[in-house]
């Protein structure tokens, strides 16, 4: 393998979803913004799932995927000033941007019209990003976050997708004492959601929709839990309570979302996060007069993932994940598809030796 490739395991037929094959590519080309990282762990997103199962469109091959890595520094372009060989860093879900537009210059460079996805994407001069099922991962320094000391490795590459994808929009919209947050849906978002939410102080309202997690909710310390499947009357005792629900399922049909909407306060705020295949239920004008507000979110800046990061070493935040080595991805993926995951899968590198926390 010559110094210019990486390995990864890829997916090479997009029929076969689940197999997974080591293939050598061509990474990005090193340019004076770039750090290069060798990869300890991989997290696996629902993100991955729908790409390779093409829910979200049809996908070249070979791809590989993966967007929640951790790992250490082996090389930095002359414009790096943050970080150095050795650190301990991450990549989100973004790993590009124009960096020239109005959302690249006010901290929004995860709304750039232009942005660079981790994998599935191409950059400006036509090589095609691959994610971080591989052996290492080379990103533009904006959208490389550092590691603090105390947090694992392991731990903290989940946060770099899920964990970002619902801090920021908790703390966009005042998540904190005095708040009633609602989380919707407690898997792999909404579990680390529920852990944000209540380490910022607010009363944390979980909905799910069979009593199955219920126990993992009550060690999350959630201070209310509403199973919804069995209640179809769930919303009525809540009218009007909550400041703002952050939605986390990935389920579309038969979404009860006016009754999400009544349980908001004047002015309200729902949030989506979750990326359901399929279209979400329609909704009529009446539904809105209660003063809420839809919306949706993307990932996070910059500043909000080193902030999360600081936050979740400061307050001992430790996501509940399994690790499976990488070359398990297929028994990893096939078991997000089934909901089979409590709460989040971390694939360790193994393709090469590597030195890891």
Not at 40 to 49: I, L
Not at 64 to 89: C, L, M, P, S, Y
Not at 347 to 353: M, T, V
Request: hydrophobic content about 40%.
């Amino acid at each position: 393998m010559s110094k210019a490739e990486f390995k990864g395991y890829a997916i090479t037929d997009a029929n076969l979803w689940s197999q997974f094959n080591v293939v050598e590519y061509q990474p990005k080309t090193f340019e004076d913004d770039d750090v290069e990282l060798r990869i300890a762990y991989c997290g696996v997103c629902g993100s991955d799932v729908h790409t390779i199962t093409e829910g979200w469109g049809k996908i070249p091959t070979p791809l590989v995927v993966g967007h929640e890595i951790v790992g250490q520094v082996t090389r930095v372009g002359a414009n790096v000033k943050e970080f150095k060989v050795g650190d301990r860093v991450g990549v989100g879900a973004q790993i590009g941007s124009c960096y020239k537009c109005r959302a690249c210059k006010e901290d929004q460079e995860n709304y750039c019209p232009t942005k660079i996805d981790t994998y599935n994407d191409k950059y400006p001069d036509g090589v095609f990003a691959q994610g971080g099922y591989s052996t290492a991962i080379r990103a533009n320094q904006l959208f490389v976050f550092p590691i603090p000391d105390n947090l694992r490795l392991k731990d903290a590459a989940s946060m770099l997708c899920a964990g970002l994808t619902v801090y920021s929009p908790l703390k966009r919209h005042g998540c904190g004492p005095g708040k009633k947050v609602g989380i919707i849906g407690i898997g792999g978002l909404g579990h680390y959601a529920l852990l944000f939410a209540k380490a910022m102080g607010a009363e944390v309202y979980a909905f799910t929709h069979s009593d199955r997690k219920v126990e993992d909710i009550k060690k999350m310390c959630a201070d209310h839990i509403i199973v919804t499947g069995s209640n179809p009357d769930f919303a009525k005792s809540l009218e009007m309570q909550l400041d703002l629900i952050v939605c986390a399922v990935d389920v579309g049909a038969g979404m009860p979302l006016a009754d999400y909407l009544s349980m908001l306060w004047v002015h309200g705020k729902f949030v989506m996060v979750g990326l359901p295949d399929e279209p979400l239920p329609s909704m009529k004008a009446f539904d809105f007069l209660c003063g809420a507000f839809l919306g949706g979110s993307h990932l996070g800046n910059k500043k909000e993932a080193v902030e999360m990061l600081q936050f979740a070493a400061a307050k001992n935040i430790r996501p509940w994940i399994e690790e499976l080595p990488m070359s398990k991805a297929s028994e990893a993926v096939q078991r997000v598809k089934k909901g089979d995951v409590r709460y989040r899968f971390v694939l360790k590198q193994d393709i090469s030796p590597i030195d890891v926390e």
